[in-house]
């Protein structure tokens, strides 16, 4: 059979329906900006203390009632203890001062057991406020976000088999509709398990609608449109939306607000299920030639271009998979050479992901003000999107992803030497972390799937999604390991990507190279390889030329 690219050649690379499908899946995509982030703002801690009932305090013990921490060096209001009431309401029943008349250090102290009043100065209300997450119950804050990324995870598990399956598309709107609809549903929480229940399923549908729309967009366009797409054009989008996420948020400032005015503008999405067609690709890959080619026919039309009679005339003699024939993540183990590069790619996903959101949800705390410092946390992806698609254009991949992760590990580890009296410095270098790792994270998604034949690339890529994900579940416990050295975080991170650097070296390279049809078409390409032992085999290469297809 001849090469995909070749077959639809006529239709040209940047024409009607090409622009129609790269925007609307562009589109699809913004959402999961705010999804993935939007628990900066629903679980921001405001400032509380213990609330006292009205039982006739004296005004100097209505200030005095909640114990002053020394906290930075500042004195600030307990969190999560008060003097104890009954003691306090006699002391002033009689008249007593506090400070003068009494010692307040030596007054018992209790718990927060008539709940807390919170501040109302940053939000008007966050699932913290609204079920009392905090104190002893702080801990469940780090779970909800845990439990959210499991459900990440496992969706970019589940997902890449269904679609393989199924089809691109109808997991692209299943996926969305899991999403949207859960997103909406959250509002109704009674309590923070409710929240997080609703949270977990919403989880199962928020990057598997960003891998299914990078497939499928993948599949689809050709050349150096596909490039732009799959780097540029879906991370960007991404990124809108994690930009417009504080603008949201500055405005509707109570959590159900937020949540409502996220979800409802998805309904939007439904009438492109009319619009964005199937994967010509996986059709043809499952033996659906006649509808693989009345897309493309249609395709014609819409760029004013004349079809071939016959678009894949030879597909039926030369195509050696059995269109029949289901193939599941074990696929992705049972040969060396796509298990070796399945593993590096786990191992490289995992790193990214970590650092990716590690970073994310760490510099989100650059500035005094939340909204400031998310949107300066999404800004930097730009340029970083800008320099992955140019990196993806001009350069091969092996190297770059090589470069930018070493790039990031370098910055990561030079935070460590930084004096404290130069604070900016070190924002400088965590910030040209963010950079590189992003840079890092743009290109994976293409790479990924242009190592991979059509049967098993959705798989793949969600696979190797999947165990990132693993990244995205420990993120917010690595950020708090600051509590027992304060550059640990940075160090864990950095090591990471050290590691992943090295191990990408023995990845093929794709560069330049069609998209891979069959497995037998990604075993052959070849790769760099360990230097042999001296005196058992030829000592000549250790990077071999990529052979043809």
Same mark, same amino acid.
């Given at each position: 059979?001849?090469?995909?690219d070749?077959?639809?050649?006529?239709?040209g =690379?940047?024409?009607?329906?090409?622009?129609?499908? #790269?925007?609307?899946?562009?589109?699809t995509?913004?959402?999961n900006g705010?999804?993935?982030?939007t &628990?900066v703002f629903?679980?921001? %801690?405001q400032?509380?203390h213990?609330?006292?009932p009205?039982?006739n305090?004296t005004?100097?013990?209505v200030?005095?009632?909640?114990?002053?921490q020394?906290?930075?060096?500042?004195?600030?209001?307990? !969190?999560?203890?008060?003097?104890?009431?009954?003691?306090v309401?006699?002391?002033?029943?009689?008249?007593l001062?506090?400070?003068?008349?009494?010692?307040?250090?030596d007054?018992?102290?209790?718990t927060c057991?008539?709940?807390?009043?919170y501040?109302?100065d940053?939000?008007?209300?966050?699932?913290?406020?609204? #079920?009392?997450l905090?104190?002893?119950?702080?801990?469940?804050?780090?779970?909800?976000?845990?439990?959210?990324?499991?459900?990440?995870?496992?969706?970019?598990?589940?997902?890449?088999?269904?679609?393989?399956?199924?089809g !691109?598309?109808?997991? /692209?709107?299943?996926?969305?509709?899991?999403?949207i609809? #859960?997103t909406?549903?959250?509002?109704?929480s009674?309590?923070?398990?409710?929240?997080?229940?609703?949270?977990?399923?919403?989880?199962?549908g928020?990057?598997?609608?960003f891998?299914?729309?990078?497939?499928?967009?993948?599949?689809?366009l050709?050349g150096?449109?596909?490039?732009?797409?799959?780097s540029?054009?879906t991370?960007?989008s991404?990124?809108?939306?994690?930009?417009?996420l504080?603008?949201?948020?500055?405005f509707?400032?109570d959590?159900?607000?937020?949540?409502l005015?996220?979800?409802?503008?998805?309904l939007a999405?439904l009438?492109?299920?009319?619009?964005?067609?199937?994967?010509p690709r996986?059709?043809?890959?499952?033996?659906r030639?006649?509808?693989a080619?009345t897309?493309?026919?249609?395709?014609?039309?819409?760029?004013?271009?004349?079809?071939p009679a016959?678009i894949?005339?030879?597909?039926g003699?030369?195509?050696?998979?059995?269109?029949?024939?289901r193939?599941?993540?074990?696929?992705l183990?049972r040969t060396?050479?796509?298990?070796?590069?399945?593993?590096?790619?786990?191992?490289?996903?995992?790193?990214?992901c970590?650092?990716?959101?590690?970073?994310?949800f760490n510099?989100?705390q650059?500035?005094?003000?939340?909204?400031?410092?998310?949107?300066?946390?999404?800004?930097v992806? %730009?340029p970083?999107?800008?320099s992955?698609?140019?990196?993806?254009?001009?350069?091969?991949?092996?190297?770059?992803?090589c470069?930018?992760?070493?790039l990031?590990?370098s910055a990561?580890?030079?935070?460590q030497l930084?004096p404290?009296?130069?604070?900016? &410095?070190?924002i400088?270098?965590?910030?040209?972390?963010?950079?590189?790792?992003?840079?890092?994270?743009?290109?994976?998604?293409?790479?990924m799937a242009?190592?991979?034949?059509? /049967?098993?690339?959705?798989?793949?890529?969600g696979?190797?999604?999947?165990?990132? !994900?693993?990244?995205?579940c420990?993120?917010?416990? /690595?950020?708090?390991?600051?509590v027992y050295?304060?550059?640990?975080?940075?160090?864990?991170?950095?090591?990471?990507?050290?590691?992943?650097?090295?191990s990408?070296? #023995?990845?093929p390279?794709?560069?330049?190279?069609?998209l891979?049809?069959?497995?037998?078409?990604m075993q052959?390409?070849?790769?760099? =390889?360990c230097?042999r032992?001296?005196?058992?085999?030829?000592r000549?290469?250790v990077e /071999?030329?990529?052979?043809p &297809?």
């Amino acid at each position: 059979m001849r090469d995909y690219d070749e077959s639809v050649a006529f239709l040209g =690379q940047w024409g009607r329906f090409q622009q129609v499908v #790269f925007f609307l899946l562009c589109a699809t995509i913004v959402p999961n900006g705010f999804g993935a982030f939007t &628990l900066v703002f629903l679980t921001d %801690v405001q400032s509380h203390h213990c609330a006292v009932p009205d039982v006739n305090l004296t005004e100097d013990w209505v200030e005095a009632v909640i114990p002053r921490q020394a906290v930075n060096g500042e004195q600030r209001l307990s !969190r999560c203890t008060r003097f104890r009431l009954d003691v306090v309401r006699n002391l002033s029943a009689l008249g007593l001062v506090p400070g003068r008349d009494v010692n307040l250090s030596d007054l018992q102290q209790e718990t927060c057991v008539d709940g807390w009043s919170y501040s109302r100065d940053v939000y008007d209300a966050t699932i913290v406020s609204e #079920f009392d997450l905090v104190c002893a119950e702080q801990w469940k804050l780090t779970f909800v976000s845990t439990v959210f990324f499991v459900g990440v995870l496992l969706g970019s598990f589940f997902s890449g088999q269904l679609s393989d399956r199924f089809g !691109r598309k109808p997991v /692209l709107f299943a996926t969305m509709a899991v999403q949207i609809s #859960f997103t909406f549903f959250q509002v109704f929480s009674t309590s923070w398990i409710v929240f997080t229940v609703l949270l977990f399923i919403n989880g199962l549908g928020q990057i598997s609608n960003f891998v299914a729309a990078l497939v499928l967009g993948t599949e689809i366009l050709t050349g150096h449109v596909r490039v732009l797409y799959s780097s540029m054009g879906t991370c960007l989008s991404f990124t809108v939306g994690y930009m417009l996420l504080p603008l949201f948020a500055f405005f509707l400032r109570d959590w159900k607000s937020l949540l409502l005015a996220l979800s409802l503008p998805g309904l939007a999405f439904l009438p492109l299920w009319w619009l964005i067609p199937e994967s010509p690709r996986w059709l043809l890959s499952r033996g659906r030639v006649e509808e693989a080619e009345t897309i493309l026919r249609k395709a014609a039309k819409w760029n004013k271009v004349r079809p071939p009679a016959v678009i894949f005339s030879d597909h039926g003699v030369d195509n050696k998979t059995d269109p029949k024939a289901r193939h599941n993540a074990l696929d992705l183990l049972r040969t060396g050479s796509i298990r070796v590069t399945t593993l590096i790619l786990c191992l490289v996903s995992f790193a990214v992901c970590t650092g990716y959101y590690g970073l994310s949800f760490n510099t989100s705390q650059l500035h005094a003000d939340p909204y400031v410092s998310c949107f300066i946390s999404a800004a930097v992806e %730009v340029p970083a999107y800008v320099s992955g698609w140019l990196a993806l254009r001009f350069l091969r991949r092996r190297r770059s992803i090589c470069f930018m992760l070493l790039l990031e590990a370098s910055a990561l580890f030079l935070i460590q030497l930084v004096p404290q009296s130069l604070p900016h &410095l070190s924002i400088g270098l965590e910030m040209l972390g963010k950079y590189a790792v992003t840079v890092t994270f743009s290109m994976m998604f293409t790479y990924m799937a242009e190592l991979y034949p059509t /049967l098993l690339r959705n798989t793949a890529v969600g696979m190797c999604s999947t165990v990132g !994900r693993l990244g995205n579940c420990i993120a917010p416990f /690595l950020i708090t390991l600051n509590v027992y050295l304060l550059h640990l975080p940075y160090i864990v991170i950095g090591t990471l990507a050290f590691v992943a650097a090295t191990s990408v070296l #023995f990845l093929p390279e794709s560069f330049g190279k069609p998209l891979p049809e069959t497995v037998h078409q990604m075993q052959r390409r070849e790769r760099m =390889q360990c230097p042999r032992i001296p005196g058992t085999e030829d000592r000549r290469p250790v990077e /071999l030329q990529d052979g043809p &297809l």
